[in-house]
């Protein structure tokens, strides 16, 4: 058959389950990048972010008998890594409270540098659902629009905005002080 870029999802998924097992391969560099990132933004943790997608793909090769739709296997691959970050996080000791830095008393301490505040926004990202971080990464990390969404999480559009809503709020009331 054809080099990778001219195959179809669907098509690698089939060469796999037919025994060419390091197709599969194809695959993970088709979705390493955009994954990753995904992985990163959700995880948090670099390291964690990378270990959990690397769970991912092996579960994805183990259960790729499961995948019922190959041409969608992005969309089940997505469920696949989502999950993963979850666990991931959910495994990942809390900041303490008390670690943190007192919010800023006026606009002079407010100004940040971009450590302090990629730090700080870090904390306040654990306050957020997992739902409620998988939905704002999705809108405003990855870009993604409402349609592509729904079709990776197989949600209705006015729930998704609702979540992003609901995150946006929660980040607002964290970060409230560097308005």
Known sequence: ????????????????????????????????VEFGRLARSLVGDPDAADDALQDAFISAYRNLGRCREPERFRVWFYRIVANRCHDARRRRPMVPLEDVDPPARDRADARLDGSELKRRLEVAMEALTPEQREVFVMKEVE???????????????????????????VLRNQLGDLQ
């Open 143 to 169: 870009g993604k629009s409402y349609q592509e969404m729904e079709m990776l999480l197989g949600l209705k559009i006015d729930a998704l905005r609702m979540r992003v809503h609901r995150a946006r709020e």
């Open 1 to 32: 058959m054809g080099d990778a870029e001219s195959l179809t999802d669907g098509e690698l998924v089939g060469l796999v389950l037919k025994g060419e097992v390091e197709r599969f391969g194809e695959l993970v560099e088709r979705y390493r």
